[in-house]
């Protein structure tokens, strides 16, 4: 890993939350991509703290505050993410953090992503009940819709298959694509509840987003 990076990285794992603001800012005036820096740098340090977690070397305090280091450095990136890609209408999405979940960091880089490359994003928020999303989706104008479902916990993931049911009782399977993801997501799981994809990252997000809508 570049120094610059290995710096983002440390900034979260450190809980340095304006070291984190002030490193992505050199990262952005020394001409580092924005997605570069989500995604070589910060998101780097994010893995590392919940790993630490899982393995109980730290605890819920410590995780808020390296959340809000990658959160204010967000802020700075989010207006550089949305610039420059395919300004061409790719289609309506509706974007959510499933019910019970509040990770909602992943979700909204993915939105972002989405919206810079010519989506157009309604944005539902965290902790997301199953029965808004259906709303949501009869609602919606467009021919067909893209769902953008997140989930970073085993226990909310599970509702993605509610979802799925839902959306086949409900009638409406033939207007979305489904697209899920989060850090317990696998292809594995997509295939078992019947959905149309998901993406390891934002980056890749935008890739399986306009595939499955029908794009390049
Ligand atoms: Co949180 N937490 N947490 N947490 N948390 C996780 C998710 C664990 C995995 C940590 C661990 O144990 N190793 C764990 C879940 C375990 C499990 O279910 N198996 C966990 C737990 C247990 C909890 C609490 C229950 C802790 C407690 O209270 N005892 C609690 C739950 C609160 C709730 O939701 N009801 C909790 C709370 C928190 C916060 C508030 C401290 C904070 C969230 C702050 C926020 O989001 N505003 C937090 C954080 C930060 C994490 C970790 C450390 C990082 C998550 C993150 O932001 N990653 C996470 C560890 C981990 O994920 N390995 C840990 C960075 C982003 C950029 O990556 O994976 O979210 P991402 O998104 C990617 C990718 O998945 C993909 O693209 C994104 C961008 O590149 N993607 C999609 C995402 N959505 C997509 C949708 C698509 O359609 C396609 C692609």
Excluded at 99 to 107: E, F, P, Q, Y
Excluded at 197 to 210: F, L, S
Aim: with cysteine; charged share 20%; proline share 2%.
């Amino acid at each position: 890993m570049s120094d610059i990076f290995k710096e983002l990285a440390d900034a979260v794992i450190t809980q340095n939350i304006n070291g984190a603001v002030e490193k992505t800012k050199a990262a952005l005036a020394s001409g580092v991509p924005a997605l570069d820096i989500v995604q070589k740098g910060l998101s780097v340090g994010m893995k590392v703290i919940g790993d630490k977690f899982e393995a109980g070397e730290l605890f819920l305090p410590q995780i808020m505050m390296s959340a809000k280091a990658m959160n204010n450095a967000m802020e700075l990136l989010r207006p550089e993410l949305s610039k420059g890609g395919d300004a061409a209408n790719a289609g309506y999405c509706i974007s959510f953090v499933q019910t019970g979940d509040i990770h909602d960091i992943g979700n909204r880089l993915v939105s972002t992503m989405l919206g810079a490359n010519g989506f157009t994003v309604k944005v539902l928020g965290v902790d997301v009940d199953n029965e808004i999303v259906i709303e949501e989706i009869k609602k919606a104008e467009a021919k067909q819709v893209l769902l953008v479902g997140s989930a970073l916990m085993t226990t909310s993931m599970l509702s993605q298959k509610d979802l799925m049911i839902m959306i086949n009782e409900e009638g409406v399977r033939g207007k979305v694509k489904c697209m899920f993801g989060g850090a317990p997501v696998s292809q594995a799981w997509i295939n078992e509840i019947g959905a149309d994809g998901t993406a390891e990252n934002a980056a890749e997000a935008v890739i399986v987003a306009k595939k499955i809508m029908g794009g390049n």
